[in-house]
C-alpha cells in the first residue's frame, strides 16, 4: 500500500483543527516535539486504497520565529517530512490569512492552497475564483468547507493532484516587490540555493530584514565569517519587518486581484457580540456561557458517569465473591480497593473529561472562546495568562479534573501548565460538599466567614502561585497582550467535534490509568494493614504527631489530610472511621470507596476536635491537592512529571502551611 | 496619534508601527501594516481595542495599540 505524508498549516481559526479531525477522526495522537513543550498532533487515514499520514503544524499567524511553535513548524517543513504541505485560508477573510501563504512563499517543500469557510464567504456575498487564483500561484486551489462532509472528495482529489504534481508557489511577483527593499539584492546575492536545505535565498533574505534571530544563527554556521559580518551590516542599514510585510501584503492584493468579488463586510457588531463585548455585561455573560456550558455538559456525562456506580456494586459484588471462594484477604483488598476503586474513579472522571472537552471544544469552534479572551484579557493578563484561562478557573468550582482537561484550550505550554496550578487552588465541588457541613458543625452562625476567608485566600493563593511559578513557566517576552483576530461566529462541525472528543477521551482513559493505579496502590500499601497498629500509615501518623500537632492536626485529621490528596469526598468518612474507633485500615478503605458516615458524627467530631484543629483541617483540606484524578488529568495535559510533580508537593506544602497559620490564628482568638 | 486615542466608530489609516521584531511580526502577521484601513470598533477602558481591517474583527491589547500610530480620516 503506498503512503503519503502530509502537513496542515494555518492561521488560527483557519479550520485547520475542524479538518484535522474530520481527516483523522479517531487515529490521532497527541505528543510533543521531541525536547520541546509543544503540542504535537499526529493522525492517519486511508483513501482510495492510500495511507495519508497528518502532521498538524503548530504556530501562530506567521513562519516568523516568535514562539518555538512556529520555528518547528518551519524547521518540519525544510526537513522535507511532508511530502505535501496544505496550507488553509479563510474565505471570509481572504486577503488577511493568505499572510500565511505570502510567508510560507520560498520554502521548498510542495504546497496546495484550501480556501475554507466557502460558505461563509458566500454568506457575506462574496465570489471567489479559485481557478483565477490557482493560475497566479501555480499551486492546486480548491474551494472549501470543512464543516460540510459533500466537501471531502473535492479535497482528496486535490490532495492527489497536489501530491502528483508537487507543484511550488509561482513566486515572482513577490520577488518583485521584494527588490524594492533596502538592501535586498545585495544580501541575496551573499547566499546561494543550498545556502540552507529547504529554505531558498529569497526566503532567508527576507528573514534577514526581519530580524530573524534563528535563520541569523543558522547562516553564521554555514557561512563564512566575513560573509555573515557583510550581512549583518546590509541588514541593518536595509529595510525592515514592516516593509516585508508590506510587500507581502501588496503581493496578495495583487493575486486576489479580479479573483475576488463581492460586497464588503459591514463593520458593526452583530447582536451576541454587542453583549460579550459590553462593558458591564460581557463578563457575566461571558460566565453565564460557561456555566450553561457546563450543565449541558452533564448530559453526555451523566450517562459515563452512572458506569461508574456500576464498578461500586461490581466491588462489593466481586469482594464478597471472592471470599466466598476463600481467596485471601489481601487479594481481594488488592483486587477491589486498588483495581477496581481506580476503575470507579477513573470513569467517573471520564465523563467530566469527555463533557468539559465536548463544550470547550464547541465553545472554540464556534467562535465563543475568541469573546471569553478578548473580555477577561486584562484580568488574566496580570497573572501572566491569556483571557481563555477563566474558563479552566471556573470549571475548577465544578471538579479540578475539569478545570485541568479543560485548559487544552490555552495554546501556549508556560501559561497552559501555569493555568492548571492555578487552577488547583480553587475548591472543587468535593470540597464544597464538605466546607460547609464541617464549618456549621464547628462554627455555627460564623460559617459563612469561614467561606470568605477562604475564597479571599483563593485569590491570595493565586496570585501568590502565579507570582511563584510564573517566572519560570511564562517568559516576558511571552507576556504579551493580545492581538488577535474575534472570528466570525461558524456552525460547528458535529462529526469531527464528537470523533474528536472521543479521541480525547479514549486517550487520556489510557494514560490516566495508569497513574492513578499507581498512586492508589501506594495509598493501599501504607494503609493496608490486619489490625490498627501495623499499618505504616498509622506508625508514621502517630509518629509524627508532635509536629502534625504543631498544624493543628492531631494524627486522624493527618491522615483524612493525606488521604484527601486521594478524593476530598473520603476526607470525612476518613475521620469518621478513626474517631469511632474501628478497625482503622479497614474504615479508611470504606471510606475512600464512599461509605457512610457514622451517624454521630458531630458529636464525635465536637468530642475530639477543638476549633482551631477544626479550621486548619477546614484549610489543609480545601488547598490540599485536589485528587489523584485531577493529578492524573494534569499529567495527562502537560506531558512533564517534573511539573506535575512540582505542583503537587507545592499544594502538599502550602496546604499545611495554610492550616498552621489558621491554627495559630484560631488559637488566639479562642 | 496613537490607535487607542482613536474614538469609537472613527476611521483611520495605519501610519507607522513601532515596537521589537516580535511585536512587529505579530502586528504585521495579523494584518496590521502601515497604509492599512481600519475602523474602531470598540475602545472601552481596561478592554482591548476592537477594530475592523482587511474584513477581520481584531482586538488589540491597549499597550501593544502604544507602538500603533494612526492618521484620522474623517468619513
Redesign the interface.
Known sequence: MSTATIALLGQPNSGKSTLFNALTGLRQHVGNWPGKTVEKKEGSFTHAGKTYSVADLPGSYSMSANSDEEVITRDFIASGKADVVCILADSSQLERSLFMLADYAGLEAPCFLVLNMEDVAKEQGKTIDAAAIEKKLGIPVMLFSATDIKAYDKFYQTLERALKTKTHINVSALEEEYIKLDNYSDIKAQLSDDTISGYTPMWLTVKVLENDKVVSAKLKDTLSDDKVKKIENLAKSGSDAVATGECKFAWIDEILQGAVSGRKTITKLGRLDRIYTHRFWGKPAVVMTVVLGLLASFIPALPIMALASVVTVLQNAVGSGLSSAGCPAVIISLICDVVLQSMGYVIKMLGFVFGVTLVFGLLEEVGVMARISYVFDNTMGKLGLQGKSVMPFLVSFGCTIGGASGARVIDNWGQKVLTIALAWAVPCGAAWAIIPMLSTVFFGAAAPLVIVALLLTMILHMWITAKIFGRGLVKTEDRCGMIMELPPYHKPKWGALFRYVLGRTKDTFFRVVKVVLLVCGIFWVLSYGGSNESSILYKIGTAIEPVTKFFGMPWQLFIAFVASSVGKEGAVGVISALYSGGSYSQGFMEAMSGAARSENLNELLLANVTRPEALAFIFALTFNLPCVVALAATYQEIHSVKWTAKIALYYTATALALSCIVYHIGLLIW | MKLAELKENSQAVIS??NGD???????????L????HI?V??N?????V?L?????????????CEGIEVTEVKA
Request: a positive charge; glycine letters at 10%.
Open positions: 507607522g508601527l521584531t516580535r511585536f512587529i511580526g505579530r502586528i504585521t502577521s495579523i494584518g501594516t502601515p497604509g492599512c475602523s470598533i470598540k472601552d477602558k481596561n478592554r482591548p476592537l475592523y481591517s482587511r474584513d477581520t474583527m481584531i482586538a488589540v491589547n491597549r499597550s501593544e
